[in-house]
């Protein structure tokens, strides 16, 4: 059938790391590797609480179909925390979608064509690069440094390639990097997307997960003229097992999301829309996530002093202010993917660098994630990865 | 921003006629239009009960990460009931997607190159036409008669139109049409698929809703050489609120449908589907669907009852053996968007039939749905719609 499928489905291949990581499903491994939230905090007992609510009091409406821009008290509440976060918007200005991994999707299919470019922080979140690329964009990667992406390659970037509609930016807590960009970087962010006219997507699955310091303002916060496209979920805060994330973008551009989303799957889940509404209304959704950036911190603690102790000089890491993710930098010459094969056999798993840079070309990072495994694993599985860095690292 | 979006983004347009309809939430109005299911028949208790023991049992897993391909157990449970309408498949070829939408929507994607020719029946779904127009194809409409598509009419279509992927077709109780496929004009299809390798795509949403008569073997089931994608939903079976529908392909096929799922939306909600397969193990599903079928079928008899009493003989209709739908045809001359806006003033919804041509051009018919409404608003509602068609049918 291969002459069928459509160009962009013949360049759609399975990732070779993926197959891979399928091993670390198995109970015994400990796994760095997922971006999977602690499921023994998920809120159990509430959800079903508020499950049997809305089918006591909604049933019908929860299980009917309902309308593509999604349940509008969620919508309206989705408003007001961003309102408090400094985005001015209100529920119109939302739309609900399946994860942000849809938002990552639409906007791929609302601003690419063919050849054309996505510029994106160098490293970037795998699974947008995957989403882009199914529209058979290429990737422009922008340096980064401690602070973000470095506005001069981005300015000398944006000049230099063609066709780009969008910079793709996850400004708090990065995957992988853990990196936060200060508030300098996000109003030059804003200031070059004005001149050069182009839409920024600003992806936030973290940011709510800070474990030290004070918050920095949003991009979309610091928007005057409608070009940021904010990506927000509840899968890191609430559960990712409901998908259920948002778009919040400007009356023109949100509709151009609402119209895809109708096209792609009319709608998301009613009945999940109203159980999570309902938790907003009934429990103390800010009280949860702060025992969530309790239990991450400490995990976080740990990993970073096991690391100290176990791990080569050579692996070089900052530890993040919050997020799910630690980004190790080995040496030029190590290709973690080898070394990921090693750390399978001794029953311990990450994710190799390489995935996270579109362009390919670097193998020599990993990323570790600290937020699923419980303070006890972390320790021995960084000793045993410390082992076999200190043995493959000559 | 204009400039910025893809050349299909600039091409999806809100449905004007979706606008009108709009309006047909209002309570007062008796609405032909959707196709909803009656929201009185859903398993509300079975729903919270399921709810609960799946929360209380695995919770953790319920409200986490899963795979891309789908509950394994529901899709399990699946390909067991394929297996009992004749389809040979076991659960690796059967993926889980939100609604069947979402199977439609990455049939465009993994098929259509822009300027493609999509074939389907005339007139077909709306849904499926837009799903597929956002990866910019064109339609080569194929007549059918009561059978299901003139066979000949398919073959020159296929000769005379390039760049033709796939056939569309919706054999059992079409929409709009209410018509089904004789077995005949399957294995035509199947054959003309053959001799010019093409896909079939085999929508079948209302397969299950049978009101009489016995079942005809589907598309699928008569499949030798894996051409045939099914898609199935249990939208119109169980709830459509919770999004849950499935893709049966044969492997290689089914393989990039997974892969265009996981930069979509990664999954489809663990929860949602876990709830479904408990209720499928719990309670009697067959029986549940003999429940609404009972009832569709005496809402049609009612409806079927009221068109002969109050609609003018010049409006043409056949009445389904299942489904939602029955399509009326009108004199030539006649264009049912205006029969809806007067129809709206008398609180009275439908269709217009123009929606259902891709290519456009005929306006003479209108879409009534019999499931939603209780009997003695199907009368009433019809009693209004005929006097106006006999008000403005001159």
Same mark, same amino acid.
């Given at each position: 059938m291969e002459h069928l499928y459509s160009e962009r489905a013949k360049a759609i291949k399975a990732s070779e790391i993926r197959e891979i990581l399928k091993l670390t499903q198995q109970p015994e491994i400990i796994s760095f590797a997922g971006g999977l939230p602690a499921p023994e905090l998920f809120p159990i007992e509430a959800m079903k609480a508020v499950a049997c609510k809305v089918l006591d009091e909604n049933g019908r409406e929860a299980l009917q179909y309902s309308t593509t821009e999604g349940f509008a008290p969620l919508r309206e509440k989705i408003a007001q925390r961003q309102n408090d976060m400094g985005i001015q918007c209100n529920r119109d200005d939302i739309l609900i979608t399946s994860g942000s991994q849809q938002g990552l999707d639409f906007t791929g299919k609302i601003f690419i064509n063919p050849g054309d470019y996505v510029l994106c922080e160098s490293p970037s979140y795998l699974g947008a690069v995957n989403a882009f690329k199914a529209y058979q964009c290429a990737f422009k990667e922008v340096e980064t440094d401690s602070e973000g992406m470095i506005l001069e390659d981005l300015e000398k970037s944006i000049i230099e390639t063609p066709n780009v509609k969008f910079v793709y930016v996850i400004p708090d807590f990065q995957n992988p990097s853990g990196r936060t960009w200060s508030l300098e970087r996000r109003r030059g962010l804003i200031k070059i997307a004005e001149k050069y006219n182009l839409v920024i997507i600003e992806d936030n699955p973290y940011g709510e997960l800070r474990f030290e310091g004070t918050s920095i303002a949003s991009v979309k916060s610091l928007d005057t003229d409608g070009r940021v496209v904010y990506l927000g979920t509840f899968s890191k805060t609430f559960s990712p097992g409901i998908r259920i994330g948002w778009v919040c973008a400007s009356p023109e551009i949100l509709n151009k999301y609402i119209l895809v989303k109708q096209s792609a799957d009319l709608q998301t889940s009613s009945l999940a829309q109203r159980e999570l509404s309902m938790f907003l209304d009934l429990y103390d959704f800010d009280a949860h996530i702060d025992s969530i950036r309790t239990v991450y911190k400490k995990r976080l603690q740990v990993m970073s002093d096991a690391m100290k102790r176990f791990f080569p000089d050579s692996a070089v890491y900052e530890i993040p202010k919050g997020g799910l993710f630690v980004w190790v930098i080995l040496p030029d010459h190590v290709d973690t993917r080898k070394i990921l094969v090693k750390a399978i056999e001794n029953k311990v798993a990450f994710v190799p *660098? *390489?995935?996270?840079?579109?362009? *390919?070309?670097?193998?020599n990072a990993m990323r570790l994630n600290f937020s699923n495994m419980p303070e006890e694993k972390i320790v021995e599985g960084i000793e045993r990865l410390g082992k076999i860095l200190k043995e493959m690292i000559l």
């Open positions: *660098g *390489g995935s996270f840079y579109p362009n *390919g070309g670097r193998e």
